[in-house]
C-alpha cells in the first residue's frame, strides 16, 4: 500500500504564478511533513516541513497547507520563479527519534520565463 | 567541507557480483538511513540504523546488508547483483528527536 501519494506528476507554470502542489497520506498517526526538492544530479534537500499541531507553515515564498482530518497536504510556490525549476517530493513520518520517511513519487515543476 | 560522503560517486558492476557502498556523515547524527531512487521507485526507504543498531528494514531482499562498523558509518554491501539493482543510493542522516534528514550526494551504481 502506498503510504504517500503525490500530484501532479509534472506541473508547467508561468513566472510569476502560483505552483500547487499536492500530497495524502493513509497512516493517521503520521505527525512530520516535509518537502524536499531535487535538483538534477543533485541529492533531496529539506525546503519546509510541517506537524500537525498547526495546518499552515510558511517560509518566504513557500507555504504548507496541512488538512488533518482529509490527511491532506499541500505545497504552495508563489510568484515562481525560473530557478524553483526541480522535482519536489512530500514525505511523511512517525517521528520516534529515528525516521522512516515515505516519500511520494515527485512532482517535476518547469517554471517558464 | 561535505559533511556526508559516499563512495564511490559512480559505480559500474556486473551481474553477480558483490559492491560495497560508504556512507560517512561529519553531522554529529545518531541515526543514519539509506534509500534508494530510480526511475521505478522514486526515494524508497531501506534501512534506518541508530547507535549501530538496525532500527527499521523495509527491504524484502537479503542481498541488501548495511555495515555499521562506526558510530558515522553505514556502509550498504550488496550481493549478487542485478540489472535491477541499478539505482541512486542515497544515504541520509538525522539527529534522533530531530526531523530533519541529511541527504548525502549519492553513489550511481549501474549493473550490466
Known amino acids: 500500500q502506498q503510504q504517500v501519494r503525490q500530484s501532479p506528476q509534472s506541473l508547467t507554470v508561468w513566472e510569476g504564478e502560483t505552483a500547487i502542489l499536492n500530497c495524502s497520506y493513509e497512516?493517521?498517526?503520521?505527525?512530520?511533513f516535509p518537502w524536499y526538492h531535487q535538483f538534477p544530479g543533485e541529492s533531496p534537500a529539506l525546503l519546509i516541513a510541517?506537524?500537525?499541531?498547526?495546518n499552515k507553515k510558511e517560509d518566504g515564498r513557500f507555504t504548507i497547507f496541512f488538512n488533518k482530518r482529509e490527511k491532506k497536504f499541500s505545497l504552495h510556490i508563489a510568484d515562481s520563479q525560473p530557478g524553483d525549476s526541480a522535482t519536489y517530493f512530500c514525505a511523511a513520518t512517525l517521528n520516534t527519534g529515528y525516521q522512516n520517511f515515505y516519500f511520494g513519487k515527485g512532482t517535476s515543476l518547469t517554471v517558464i520565463p | 567541507d561535505p559533511k556526508i560522503i559516499q563512495k564511490p560517486k559512480y559505480l559500474v558492476a556486473v551481474t553477480g557480483s558483490e559492491k560495497i557502498l560508504i556512507c560517512e556523515q561529519y553531522l554529529g547524527h545518531n541515526a543514519m538511513y539509506w534509500y534508494r531512487q530510480s526511475a521505478k521507485k522514486p526515494l524508497e526507504f531501506m534501512f534506518s540504523?541508530?547507535?549501530?543498531?538496525?532500527?527499521d528494514n523495509q527491504t524484502a531482499s537479503s542481498r541488501f546488508q548495511p555495515q555499521s562498523s562506526k558510530k558515522n558509518h553505514l556502509d550498504l554491501q550488496i550481493t549478487a547483483l542485478k540489472p535491477d539493482d541499478s539505482a541512486t543510493y542515497f544515504c541520509a542522516s538525522s539527529q534522533i528527536g530531530g526531523a530533519e534528514q541529511f541527504f548525502g550526494p549519492g553513489t550511481r551504481l549501474t549493473v550490466l
Open positions: 540504523y541508530s547507535y549501530q543498531k538496525l532500527m
Open positions: 497512516d493517521s498517526t503520521f505527525d512530520y
Open positions: 510541517i506537524r500537525p499541531v498547526s
